[in-house]
Each structure stands twice: as structure tokens, then as C-alpha cells.
């Protein structure tokens, strides 16, 4: 018997989905993706970016701080007993994910701890094969595999990946080899400033290394940078390579004037790269339509339709431009009604 519907990804969007489906008795399977060394190191571990993060401070309902202070102010008075169940600080991007994980499995949510690595959508029903090599049949699906975090692409910054070069401060700037060091940060949007935040906690000094003389981020995020006095921005400037040795890892980059050319080592026990996403679609090639860019094409307006009918998509795999947690979430919701009543007209 196929699945009727099948969700491949574990983000905001894809619990979002299953929730919803769910709810509508389509008992959906999530394929929240492997637990391997290689999604380790690309950023792709199932419950996606978020768990990657450290506070979320614009996700609605979840606000930063003490929790009950804002219930207690928020609340009327017939409510204030509700503030004694929630004593605690804000909501990390790791606890809002497994309550949304938790929320979904609540409602009778399957879920594979499995990569989708093989889509067949010539002929329905669908075909999904996984990376444990499971095949499932779905009449429909939903795509919320989401995006990753990109890399310079230089061979020194490969060679250095777990020795010191890393896309995630959350993950690894606590590590003893960065404590009272100074750290490296490549971009200049908001992940960049967040990135050098986070890290100078740990380091002496963050060197947030910028191509252009203005940052990208929010003027919020960018005044966050300037008035943090352990982060010094480095305009004009790009990495032209990782500096270290087998020992040691990282010991520093060597940087380049994008004005006048003139290059200069800067000594450095880690290396963090913050510019930007590619989106998780490889396995989709030739499969689904899509951007220049990779992300998957929505096919009609104001719907998660794809160029395959009964195949939908959600979150951040289609969507360049909000990447917000709260409107991954949002289209995952939307995912869900479309595929249910996609299902619905077809008599499935
Ligand atoms: P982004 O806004 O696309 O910024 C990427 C940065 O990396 C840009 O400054 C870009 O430089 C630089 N860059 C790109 N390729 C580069 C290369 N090859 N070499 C050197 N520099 C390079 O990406 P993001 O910062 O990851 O943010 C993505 C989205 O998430 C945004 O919508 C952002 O608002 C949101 N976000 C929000 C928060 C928050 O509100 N707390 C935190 C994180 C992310 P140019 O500026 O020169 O293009």
C-alpha cells in the first residue's frame, strides 16, 4: 500500500507539514534525514538549520527572556495560573524543533531517520528510494529538505573542515581550540554578525572579514556588530586561503585588499564561513523544475504546486529571498492543505 503522503526533510517546514497532515488523518511518513558523517559536516543533520542556532527571538509565541514574566504581562487575569507552567528562559532553535518534531509525532506522525537519496515521479505512484536503501511508494509528497550552508571553495578551507574551519559557531565555537583565541568570520549578513556575536563569547577578538564597505545584515544585526567590542569588521577584504598544519589546525588566514590588492596574514585559531546557502535539491535533478540557483520552482502562484502534480514543496528548498523560520513553517502549512486537497480531488 503507498503512503499518502511522504515528507522528505525535518525543518520548520517539513514538521509544519506533518502536523497538518497529520491532523487530516493522512498519516505521513518524514524522512527527517540521516545521522552521517557527511550531513555532519554539510550542515544537513535531520531537525535542520534551526538546530544549528542558538536563540530564536522572532519565531511568534516564543519570545526571548523569562517566559513567565512576558505570560504574566501578556495574560488576563482569569489566565495567570497558565505562567506557572512555563518558568523558563525563551525557546533555542534545538527545543523549538523537537517540539515541533514532538507535536507532529503526537498526532501520528511516522518517521525515518533516513536521507531520501532517489525520487521517481514518472509514474505515480511516486517511488522514493533512501540512502539505507528503504523504498517507499507516496501519492503525494512534500519537499522540505531545506538549504546549507555555503564554503569560500577554496582547497585550504577543505583541508581544514573539523581542524578548525567550520560553517557553524552554534555547533563547534565552544571547543577548547577557540577558547581566548581570535576567530575569523567570513560574510556580512545577518548569520555573519549572529556568527561573530555568538563567537565572541569565547574568543579575544572576531575579525568579521567582508568583501564590501556595508554589511548586507539588518540594521538591528549590524548594530549588534559595531557595538559588540570584540568584533572588529574588516571591510574590503576577502579570504584568499586557510593558513595551518596538521597540529595545530587552523593557525590563521591570509587576506586580500578587494581596493588595492595588498595581501597580509592574520593569525586565527578558527576559520567560520557565514555567506550565504545552497539549496538541498541534488537528489531532485532533472526531477523537479527549478531556479538558476537550484531552489525548486513554485509552479503556480500562491500555492506550493511543483512542475509535478502531486509533488509539493516547502520551506527554505523554495525559497531564496524570506528563509525565515516562521515563513518555512507558513508554507509547510500550505504544503500540507495543497497536498490534501490534491489527494481529495483526485479521490485518493
Ligand atoms: P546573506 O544575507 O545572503 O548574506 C551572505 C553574505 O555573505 C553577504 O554579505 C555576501 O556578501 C557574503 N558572501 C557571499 N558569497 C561570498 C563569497 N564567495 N565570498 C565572500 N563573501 C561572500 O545570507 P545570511 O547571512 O546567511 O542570511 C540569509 C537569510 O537569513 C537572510 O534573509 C537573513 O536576514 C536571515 N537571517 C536572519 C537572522 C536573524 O534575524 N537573527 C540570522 C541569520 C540569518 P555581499 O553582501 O557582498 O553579497
Given amino acids: 500500500m503507498p503512503e499518502k503522503i511522504v515528507i522528505v526533510g525535518s525543518g520548520p517546514a517539513g514538521w509544519t507539514s506533518a502536523i497538518y497532515a497529520a491532523r487530516a488523518s493522512l498519516e505521513p511518513v518524514v524522512f527527517e534525514g540521516a545521522v552521517t558523517e557527511d550531513n555532519r559536516l554539510q550542515g544537513t543533520m535531520p531537525l535542520g538549520q534551526l538546530a544549528l542556532t542558538t536563540e530564536v527571538e522572532n519565531y511568534p509565541g516564543f519570545p526571548a527572556g523569562d517566559l513567565s514574566e512576558f505570560l504574566r504581562s ?3 487575569s482569569e489566565h495567570q495560573w497558565l505562567v506557572d507552567l512555563h518558568q523558563k528562559e525563551g525557546c533555542s532553535g534545538p527545543e523549538l524543533m523537537h517540539l515541533m518534531r514532538q507535536q507532529a509525532v ?3 506522525t511516522k518517521i525515518v531517520t533516513d536521507d531520501i537519496v532517489e525520487v521517481d515521479f514518472d509514474s505515480h505512484p511516486f517511488k522514493l528510494r533512501s540512502l539505507g536503501g528503504e523504498e517507499v511508494e507516496a501519492l503525494s509528497v512534500i519537499i522540505a529538505t531545506g538549504a546549507r550552508a555555503n564554503y569560500l571553495g577554496l582547497e585550504s578551507e577543505e583541508k581544514y573542515k573539523n581542524l578548525g574551519v567550520s560553517a557553524c559557531a552554534v555547533c563547534d565555537g565552544a571547543l577548547p581550540r577557540f577558547r581566548g583565541k581570535p576567530l575569523i ?13 555568538y563567537l565572541s563569547k569565547f574568543a579575544s577578538t572576531v575579525y568579521l572579514v567582508h ?12 548594530q549588534r556588530a ?3 567590542p570584540k568584533i572588529e569588521i574588516l ?11 596538521d597540529t595545530d589546525g587552523v593557525t590563521g588566514v591570509r587576506l586580500k585588499s578587494t581596493v588595492d590588492g595588498t595581501e597580509r596574514e592574520q593569525e586565527a585559531a578558527g576559520a567560520f564561513m557565514a555567506i550565504g546557502h545552497t539549496p ?15 531552489y525548486l520552482q513554485w509552479t503556480v502562484p500562491f500555492r506550493t504546486n511543483t512542475s509535478v502534480e502531486g509533488v509539493f514543496a516547502a520551506g527554505d528548498v523554495a525559497d531564496d529571498y524570506y528563509r525565515q523560520a516562521v ?19 483526485k479521490g485518493f
Wanted: proline share 1%; glycine share 12%.
Fill in 74 to 76: 501578556a495574560l488576563p
Fill in 211 to 222: 568583501r564590501r564597505d556595508e554589511l548586507r545584515a539588518s540594521k538591528i544585526m549590524a
Fill in 280 to 294: 538541498n535539491t541534488t537528489f531532485l535533478e532533472g526531477k523537479l523544475d527549478m531556479t538558476a540557483k537550484k
Fill in 327 to 345: 515563513t518555512a513553517a507558513g508554507s509547510g502549512c500550505m504544503a500540507a492543505l495543497d497536498a490534501e486537497r490534491w489527494l481529495g480531488t
Fill in 235 to 245: 571591510w574590503n577584504t576577502t579570504i584568499e586561503e586557510v593558513l595551518g598544519n
Fill in 226 to 228: 559595531f557595538d559588540n
Fill in 106 to 108: 503526537n498526532f501520528g
Fill in 185 to 197: 568570520v567570513a560574510g556580512g549578513g545577518d548569520s555573519a554578525v549572529e556568527e561573530a556575536d
